[in-house]
């Protein structure tokens, strides 16, 4: 995908940190996320990362996450500022140990167990705090009154203006997808728990066995917890950690209670979505590959 983020020179940031710290050691590029630069760096005796964005929203939203999420059973990095830079902005958070599932290649399966755990940390976090449905902001207001709400909402045009991906995919195409989002939403249970909406690659830190870290909050919402599990399924043909997730979590679906058509229905919801922003940032290549993904989901039904 086209991707809109800072493109800071790396000694850019190191003298800025030098600036903020007075000594600053192992100062390291990191793998950038979608929207982010991150570095590794060592500051006051302890390991840190910064990350670039051109907004602060994601940021809030992470330390948020921190201070009302954070558990043994789910680790969120502490997150030390936020701050202006250059009119974008810097996140310093605690480094915490691992590497990405996404990383990990052909060893991301030995982790899904530990992974599925930390789901289920995830989905059971006490949110009698926040309020609403859908994406919620810094201050944990959701902007719906119902989950069907937020997944309908794909389909209208005052949430979603489909333009531009009529200029790539033609509406024949494009429309029986929105239609079906739109039928199967009101049959999905009105649940009100956390989802991180964001889960599975390179969001998730792991060592030894164990889940390190959930990182990136950005995108986190109140709703159905299998979005989460939708998540991996769509996006196994995409990556091979979500491939070996997803055959982790198939044989369990039936005794979670997961049906198959709230699954499908948050695919597409997903895939939709992620072929609206890939039009907006121009990446033809990529709304054809999400369309096609999506309509192949619905030919199984």
């Known amino acids: ?78 997150i030390r500022s936020v701050e202006a830079f250059d009119d974008q902005w810097l996140c310093i958070s605690v480094r915490a140990p691992g590497q990405t599932l996404q990383g990990l290649s052909s060893e991301a399966g030995t982790y899904a167990r530990a992974v599925a755990d930390t789901m289920d940390a995830i989905a059971s976090t006490d949110v009698s705090t926040l309020s609403g449905f859908g ?35 033609p509406s024949a195409k494009v429309q029986p997808l929105l239609d079906r989002v739109t039928e199967l939403a009101p049959t ?3 649940a009100r728990q956390l989802v991180h909406a964001d889960f599975g690659s390179n969001n998730v830190l792991v060592s030894s066995g164990q889940v390190t870290a959930v990182i990136d909050w950005s995108e986190a919402m109140l709703g159905d917890p299998l979005y989460d599990v939708a998540n991996i ?33 948050y695919q597409l919801r997903i895939g939709l979505q992620s072929a609206h922003d890939a039009a907006t940032d121009g990446d033809a290549d990529f709304v054809n590959w999400a369309l096609n993904r999506c309509s192949a989901l619905t030919s199984r039904r």
């Not at 994406?135 to 489909?162: K, M, Q, S, T, V």
């Not at 769509?234 to 997961?258: S, V």
Request: aromatic share 16%; glycine share 8%.
């Open 1 to 78: 995908m086209v991707v809109r983020k800072p493109n800071f020179a790396p000694a850019q940031v190191e003298d800025y940190l030098l600036s903020r710290y007075g000594h600053v050691e192992g100062f390291v590029p990191l793998t950038e996320g979608e929207e982010s630069q991150a570095f590794a760096f060592e500051g006051d005796g302890v390991s840190l990362v910064v990350r670039a964005n051109k907004t602060r929203t994601g940021f809030d939203k992470d330390h948020y996450a921190h201070r009302h999420f954070a558990s043994a059973a789910l680790p969120v990095p502490e």
């Open 135 to 169: 994406a919620f902001n810094a201050g944990g207001r959701g902007p719906f009154n119902h989950w069907c709400e937020y997944l309908a909402a794909i389909g209208d045009p005052n949430y979603f203006d489909w333009s531009a991906v009529s200029g790539i995919a």
């Open 188 to 190: 999905c249970p009105d």
């Open 233 to 265: 399924f769509f996006w196994r043909t995409w990556l091979a950690c979500m491939e070996q997730q997803a055959n982790f979590f198939e044989p369990h679906l039936d005794r979670r209670g997961w049906d198959a058509d709230r699954l499908l229905c």
